[in-house]
C-alpha cells in the first residue's frame, strides 16, 4: 500500500511531497521538500526505513542548502546502537526515534510506535535533525494522547508544545504554526 501526502511548511515557506509505501517487513518513505528559511533556499531529499512497528533503522538525507550540498545517513545496527555517517555514535543510543525539523513526517513514527492510550503521556528520547544548520543532537520530546486524533507534543528542552492533529494512519494533518496537509492520496 502506498499513501501520498503533501504538506505545506508554513514557517518554513515550504512544499514537501512525501510517499509512505508500507510493506510485510515496514515503511519506505521517500520525500522532496523544497523551500525558503532564514535567508536559505534548500532542497531536501530524505528516504527512511522502519520495522513494522514504526521504528526507525535507517535514513539518508540529501540537502541542499544555498546551493551547498551535504549527505548525511543514519543506521541502526542490531545492538540498537546508531552510525552517523558510517561512525558509531553511542551518546545516540538511548534514542529510539528520529525527528527532522523541516518535516512533520517524523511525528508519524512515535504516535504510529507508542499506541498511547487516551490521556497517555511519554517522554522519549529522540535523534533531533536541524538539517539547515547541520546540527544532530539528541533531545526528550512528550507526547500525550488527547483524543483519537490529537496529541500534545512538547520539546523539553526549549519549552516547545503544540497540539497536533493526525489522521486515522498517524499521518500529520495540522501541526499549529509549522505545517499543514494539502493533500493526501492512496496509491
Known sequence: MQTNLLWTGREYHSLENCLITSKDTGNVITSTIV???????YTIDYYLETDTNWLTQFVN?????????YNLEL???????????NEIKHDLDNCLYVDISVTPFT?????????????????????????LEQEIKEVEQVYQKLSDTKYLYQNVPNDFEAIIEFDESGFVVDYPYLFIRTTAMQL
Do not use: F
Not at 75 to 85: G, M, T
Not at 113 to 123: D, F, G, P, S
Open 35 to 41: 523551500g525558503y528559511y532564514q535567508n536559505k533556499i
Open 61 to 69: 538525507l540529501t540537502c541542499k542548502i544555498n546551493n551547498k550540498k
Open 75 to 85: 543506521k541502526r545496527d542490531a545492538n540498537n546502537s546508531w552510525a552517523v555517517n
Open 107 to 131: 511525528n508519524t513514527l512515535p504516535v504510529n510506535h507508542l499506541k498511547l492510550a487516551l490521556n497517555e503521556k511519554r517522554i522519549i528520547k529522540v535523534i533531533y535533525i536541524n538539517v
